[in-house]
C-alpha cells in the first residue's frame, strides 16, 4: 500500500513540475461593443509598445508618433506602422509599411475587431483587438509574436 501512494505522488508532483513552465495568454479582449465613431480619428503607437518592441530587440527609427493608423469616417485609411506578422524575435528589424487602406468593424470569433486592407498591398489585410486602459481609453492591439509573451503592438488615439 505505502508503494502505490508513494508512486502516486511521485506522478502528481511531475506533472506539477512539467506544467510550472507553462504561460498563458492574458483575457484582453473588450467585453462591449466599439462603436464606428470612437474609431475614427488618428492612431498612434503607445509608449509601452515601444518598450515591447525594444524587449526583442526592435528599435524605432523615428518617434512612435511616426507609427500611426488614419481612420476616416467614411471608412478609408492610411497606415505607417509595422504589420503584425513582420515583427519577429531574432532576425532583422522590420520594415515599416505606408498604404492607403479601407476599415471596417468585424466579428473575429467572439470579439469584435477593426479589419484593414492594404489598398497599395493587394490582397493584404490585417485585423487589431479592442481593450481599454484602466482609465476607459479605448486601444486597438495585436499581438508581437507568442500570446503567451504579453508583448503587443498597442495604438492609442493621439
Avoid at 532576425?91 to 466579428?107: A, D, E, F, M, N
Wanted: with cysteine; charged share 25%; proline share 5%.
Amino acid at each position: 500500500m505505502p508503494l502505490k501512494l508513494g508512486s502516486a505522488l511521485v506522478v502528481v508532483t511531475l506533472s506539477l513540475l512539467a506544467t510550472a513552465g507553462c504561460q498563458w495568454s492574458e483575457d484582453r479582449f473588450l467585453a462591449r461593443e466599439v462603436a464606428l465613431q470612437e474609431l475614427v480619428g488618428i492612431w498612434v503607437l503607445r509608449a509601452e509598445s515601444v518598450r515591447d518592441l525594444d524587449s526583442i530587440g526592435v528599435e524605432l527609427d523615428e518617434g512612435r508618433s511616426s507609427h500611426r493608423i488614419e481612420l476616416d469616417s467614411d471608412g478609408r485609411c492610411e497606415l505607417r506602422t509595422f504589420l503584425p506578422e513582420n515583427v519577429q524575435l531574432t532576425g532583422p528589424p522590420p520594415p515599416v509599411t505606408s498604404s492607403k487602406c479601407r476599415w471596417k468593424l468585424t466579428q473575429g470569433g467572439a470579439h469584435q475587431q477593426l479589419w484593414l486592407e492594404l489598398l497599395d498591398a493587394p490582397g493584404k489585410h490585417i485585423h487589431y483587438n479592442f481593450t481599454e486602459t484602466n482609465g476607459g481609453e479605448l486601444v486597438i492591439w495585436q499581438y508581437i509574436g507568442d500570446p503567451d509573451a504579453w508583448r503587443y503592438l498597442e495604438y492609442s488615439k493621439g
